[in-house]
């Protein structure tokens, strides 16, 4: 969702700014239409891809893919538009057609290209909270505003659920997929791919941004630290770590994420424990020495933060 939502913001800001800019020299100036979707990929392992979704007007989620005989796996569809970009690479990398997929939870920048795979015979396989949101409108708050994600087609939903864990076997591979806990969203799945090493991790890790804990959906702010050391525990150093959005990370940066979010976890709830309101965690600068690395910690995740927290130290 992130890397999406802070596209969408600054496209926003940066919108009214053109516009304001159009208005003051008074000329009639079209705005700029969105780049188009392009995509772009590299090689994890052999026959595993990652591929990178940008521009469509929408930033999609990191995208794996894995070559079998008769065809490819992939974890994440991002966007109805990028998906024949997808197929384009796909092919261009030397794999077959698109026969199965796995959403890594249902927001729709990681599973919205099911319009397009599903109707087309793409077996899609989710968490079971994955398909039930799926099935249903959905408005999810990412503080500066809230994004509307009407329900999906039944073409294109899961039709393959599970609760806990699940082995698939596609090719040579075996692909574990388990969920830990409610996190980013209740719906978040790892796919781990036991052969080659590699694990997806949706958006509960980002490697270049703070997590968001779709906390009005069901996500969890200490669910996301549970659900991150869940990963660690299952992968190993050598583990190619694929977040939802952002490069390519190690077993390292995960390590380092975890210990991040427990130190604002642990600043943070001292701070509500003495009754500070959210401008003054905000304030107290508790994420301050991981900034340059994560961004703005104020666009969403000390509020989402905030409120997870807050919630759970009541109860
Ligand atoms: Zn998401």
């Known amino acids: 969702m992130h890397r999406g939502l802070k596209f969408f913001s600054e496209r926003f800001f940066s919108g009214v700014l053109t516009y304001i800019a159009i208005a003051c020299a008074a000329a009639a100036l079209a705005q700029e239409p969105p780049r188009p979707a392009t995509v772009t990929s590299e090689e994890l392992k052999p026959g595993v891809h990652v591929l990178y979704g940008s521009g469509g007007g929408q930033a999609a989620g ?3 893919v894995l070559f079998g005989d008769d065809g490819a796996l992939v974890v994440d569809t991002g ?10 690479e796909v092919a261009r990398l030397g794999g077959g ?8 939870h249902w927001h ?10 599903g109707p087309d015979g793409t077996l899609i396989i989710a968490h079971s909270n994955a398909r ?16 509307e994600q009407p329900k999906f087609p039944p073409p294109a939903l899961p039709v393959i659920t599970f609760d806990d864990r699940i082995d698939v076997y596609f090719g040579e591979e075996r692909l574990e997929l388990m969920h830990v806990s409610p996190a980013h969203t209740a719906s978040d799945v790892v796919v781990i791919l036991r052969g080659s090493n590699v694990a997806h991790t949706g958006d ?3 490697s270049s941004s703070y997590p968001f804990a779709d906390v009005d959906n069901g996500g969890d702010f200490d669910g996301v630290i549970e659900f991150c050391r869940g990963i660690l525990e299952r992968i190993d150093r050598d583990t190619v770590i694929v977040p939802g959005h952002g490069r390519k990370a190690t077993y390292a940066d995960l390590e380092s994420y ?6 604002v976890r642990g600043r943070t709830a ?18 301050k020495e991981w900034d340059a690395r994560y961004g703005n910690p104020t666009t969403f995740f000390l509020d989402r933060a905030y409120k997870s927290l807050r919630g759970s130290l009541s109860e």
């Open 270 to 287: 001292a701070l509500i424990a003495d009754g500070a309101t959210l401008a003054q965690v905000v304030a107290a600068e508790p994420t």
């Open 132 to 147: 039930t949101m799926l099935m249903r409108d959905n408005k999810i708050n990412v503080v500066r505003t809230i994004l």
């Open 204 to 206: 509960v890790f980002l």
């Open 79 to 88: 966007y109805p538009q990028y998906v024949p970009k997808y197929r384009d």
């Open 258 to 263: 975890i210990d991040m979010l427990v130190t």
């Open 97 to 104: 057609a698109i026969t199965h997929a796995i959403n890594t």
């Open 108 to 117: 729709d920048d990681h599973s919205e290209g099911n319009k397009v795979l």
């Open 62 to 64: 990191n995208v794996l």
